[in-house]
């Protein structure tokens, strides 16, 4: 048992060697030793290659200006353990998680005993559920990668969302469009709708086989449900029953898909019975923001931080970057993860960017700068092994315009770094 959250850190961290291993056979047994608690839940299941995290968050504020107490599970988290786990805006307690840590201890240890060893984020996500079934009216449980085979896939959801569906974690998901749209469409279930981003004729067939199968609706978007751009961040919405006009303040086309799909979400609990006032729904996701998604740190120089950590996200980021700063004299910070596709992201930024300065950072997944450096074929490209002296350069610019792009584990440290001392 546990006297400390020091104690904790050190047992999750023996854990980390087990690795990631997909299937539900393990979190299924532990759930049910803790008495099945995802049962006693209301939740929403968020899937796909990107956006789960701004469509979350849209939701996630829509419904609590409608006076809703809302559980979110996201992953991954950026500051520790207990960032996966919230309640509204604040994340569970050292204390809070170090007591659920003590009532499923001697359920994994049983587990342990089983050659059924829970893996690290199936611990985490049991946590969450045991969390949610004392706290909160709704949840929106983001799945952590792929959707059939993941963790989070272990609940009876009211609604079932994908983002959308482009090549990321391959290893596991498969190399095609289609084997990738096989695990997202994973999360789909029995009377429960299923609402989609913008896919492409592979996925969608896919997911439609998948909703045809667990006799449930899809709503489409483009199809079922409908936005508009227009200057200044105006954002149209049109859906079954509903239209609202608001604006956005996360910029770029990607996040108008993520708000619209957030939008249909509501109008579906509303159908369900939730109460909703989609005026307040507006006024909420104008007002929402999220961390390390084109988020402006800086005003002198210009900095802005972007988790493009894939191809998909990578396109979304570098049409974002030039619809709004078209003319400018810009440059970009970028760190990834090795075991992405960076062969194709290299190719996407070259000869976009006056230069390009390659980093690394502190986790065992992320590739080195002299990888990227060789990689690359940008005429402009530099190298720093020291990010936080990489950002220092950047930060004591009078002017300009700096991007700092990759990994998403990358632009947080960075963040952190960056909001501590300006």
């Known amino acids: 048992m546990f006297t400390t959250f020091q104690e904790v850190e050190s047992f999750f961290d023996t854990r980390k060697s087990l690795g990631i291993r997909p299937g539900l056979d393990r979190i299924q047994r532990l759930l049910g030793l803790l008495g099945d608690p995802q049962k006693e839940i209301q939740a929403i299941h968020v899937a796909g290659t990107n956006g789960k995290g701004s469509t979350v968050q849209y939701i996630k504020n829509a419904l609590q200006a409608n006076g809703y107490q809302v559980g979110v599970f996201i992953s991954p988290s950026i500051t520790g353990l207990t960032g996966h786990i919230y309640l509204n805006d604040t994340e569970i307690g050292n204390e809070e998680f170090l007591q659920l840590c003590n009532e499923i201890y001697p359920y994994i240890k049983q587990l342990d005993n089983e050659n059924l060893a829970p893996t690290e984020f199936e611990i985490i996500t049991a946590l969450g559920f045991l969390y949610f079934s004392l706290n909160g009216d709704i949840a929106l449980i983001e799945a952590g990668m792929g959707g059939r085979a993941d963790t989070t896939n272990c609940f ?55 909703a045809e199968k667990r006799k449930t609706g899809v709503y489409k978007l483009d199809e079922d449900f409908f936005y508009r751009r227009e200057k200044h961040q105006q954002f149209i919405w049109k859906g079954n029953h509903v239209q609202i006009e608001t604006r956005l303040n996360m910029v770029g086309e990607h ?3 993520n708000a619209s799909i957030a939008l249909m979400a509501l109008e579906l609990l509303s159908d369900k019975g939730y109460s909703i006032s989609f005026s307040k729904a507006g006024d909420a996701i104008a007002a929402t923001r999220l961390a390390g998604r084109f988020e402006l740190v800086s005003n002198e120089p210009i900095i802005i931080l972007d988790g493009a950590h894939n191809p998909d996200g990578m396109a979304a980021f570098l049409s974002t970057v030039e619809e709004n700063f078209p003319h400018t004299y810009k440059h970009i910070l970028f760190a990834a993860f090795k075991d992405k596709d960076l062969e194709l992201m290299l190719e996407q930024i070259e000869n976009k960017f006056a230069s390009i300065t390659f980093t690394s950072f502190p986790h065992p997944r992320a590739a080195q700068t002299e990888q990227l450096f060789s990689s690359s074929s940008d005429v402009n490209k530099r190298i720093h092994d020291n990010w936080i002296e990489a950002v220092d350069e950047i930060i004591k610019k009078e002017s300009g315009y700096y991007f700092i792009t990759g990994s998403l584990n990358f632009i947080f440290l960075v963040r952190t770094y960056i909001l501590a001392i300006k």
């Open 255 to 257: 996040q108008a898909k």
């Open 156 to 210: 009876q959801p009211i609604i079932s969302i994908i983002t959308n569906i482009a090549k990321d974690h391959t290893r596991f998901l498969g190399e095609t469009i289609a084997e990738i749209a096989y695990q997202k469409a994973g999360i789909i279930k029995r009377n429960a709708p299923v609402i989609t981003g913008e896919l492409d004729r592979e996925a969608e067939s896919v997911i439609e086989l998948e």
